[in-house]
Structures are given as C-alpha cells and as structure tokens.
C-alpha cells in the first residue's frame, strides 16, 4: 500500500501513531488538549498557516479545504487508516475511539454535540472574525461597522457562555468534555492573542473567567500547547 502523500512533507518516525498536523491556535489546540487528555499515542507535526503550509499539495490531501487541524490515525475503523479534517469532527472521532470526553448515554451526548456545534458555528466564526478587525485589520479597514458589529457578536455569545455556566464547573455540569476543550481556546485567545480582554469587558463574565481558568490548568492544555511549539 502506498503511504500517504502528507508524509513525504511531514514524515513520520512513529508511523503507528495518530499523526497530528497543526498549529497553536484557538482551532489547532483542539487535538492535541484532546489527545493529551485522552492519553492517545499521537505524533505533532508544525503546519505553519504563516508561510503557507495548509496550501501544499501534501496538505490538502488529508484537508482539501486548507485548514488545519487534520489527522491520520493508522489504526482507524475495521484496522484501515483514516484521515480527518475539520476541529469538530476530529474530536468526535476521538472521543469515541478513546471511550472518553464525550457520555455515551444519548441524551447526554446529543446535549454534548449541541455545544461542540456551537463552538464550531458560532463561537469560532465570530470571534475569529472579532480578532481580525480588531486586531489585523484596525489599520486598513476605517469603517466602524465591522469591528462593531463583530464585537456584539462577541459579547453575546459571551452571555450565552456566561449564563450556561451558572452553577457549573464545565458545559456540560461536572464533566469536562470535547465541548469544552473546543470552546475554551477560543475565549483564552481574546484576552491572550487578541489582547481585547478590556475592550470586550471580559472581567464581567464571571462564570467565563472561572471555567478558562479550571481548564487552562489541566496539565493536557500546557502539554497541547507543547506539542505545537514551532
């Protein structure tokens, strides 16, 4: 069987291994926390978005949409390897292959897609698009509207975040979850990357504040974020 196309510009030294091609951002952590979490057997590999890494031909043959984070885990379902793209879907692939993060009874797991869907629809788009105008674009963009809009955006979807944690440790009550490990970068990042935390008001949502700080202190996130080092 041939290899892969990806690993002749990443090349494995672990072929048995998950091999995990990302970056250290909001959406990149997102494997690799899950991976630590979860005590899988995974290989890092740097995709550096800044110099162009995700439009390579090798690249886009495990994501053709550019974006990272993307897998190949080589022990995939009926012993086959599997590649997948996308944030989202990569973390429910793990859950399920590791057992963990995500409850198997289906109530319980649907309330968990509800809130990894939420991340992925809305909390990411927007506040991606927030730390564009606000951070990248204050410069080339005069028009209020976009930051503005972007900005309320943000802010509302904090309050949603805000009133789900009350009298909650995590999104889905005691249990940290795949929802709560694809959310939380996203809302370090506006007070850490986007240096906005002022701007945004981000001390009054308390419930927030808490939540980043129970999960930035598990030791997975520090180890997620190591991996990812260029």
Not at 3 to 25: A, C, F, M, N, V
Not at 100 to 111: G, I, T
Not at 181 to 191: D, E, H, K, M, Q
């Amino acid at each position: 069987m041939s290899k892969p196309l990806i690993y002749k510009r990443w090349p494995p030294q672990h072929e048995d291994q998950i091999q995990l091609y990302s970056l250290g951002t909001p959406n990149g952590l997102k494997a690799s926390i899950a991976l630590e979490e979860m005590g899988l057997s995974y290989e890092a590999h740097i995709v550096d978005i800044m110099k162009g890494d995700q439009h390579t031909e090798e690249f886009k043959s495990v994501n053709p949409n550019s974006k990272i984070p993307a897998i190949i885990d080589p022990n995939g379902p009926h012993g086959k390897a599997v590649s997948i793209m996308e944030s989202g879907a990569i973390l429910v692939y793990l859950a399920e292959k590791s057992g963990r993060l995500m409850p198997s009874d289906p109530v319980e797991k649907n309330e968990c897609l509800q809130w990894l869907f939420f991340q992925v629809g809305h909390i990411g788009p927007m506040f991606g698009q927030f730390g564009h105008f606000y951070k990248f674009a204050a410069d080339q963009c005069k028009d209020p509207y976009p930051k503005e809009r972007y900005q309320k955006e943000t802010q509302r979807l904090l309050a949603v975040l805000e009133k789900r944690l009350e009298n909650r440790d995590f999104l889905l009550g005691s249990s940290y979850s795949i929802a709560d490990i694809a959310t939380f970068p996203w809302v370090s990042t506006l007070s850490g990357f986007y240096e906005a935390g002022e701007y945004l008001g981000l001390s009054n949502y308390e419930n927030v504040g808490t939540w980043v700080k129970t999960c930035t202190a598990r030791p997975s996130y520090e180890k997620g974020k190591a991996a990812l080092n260029p």
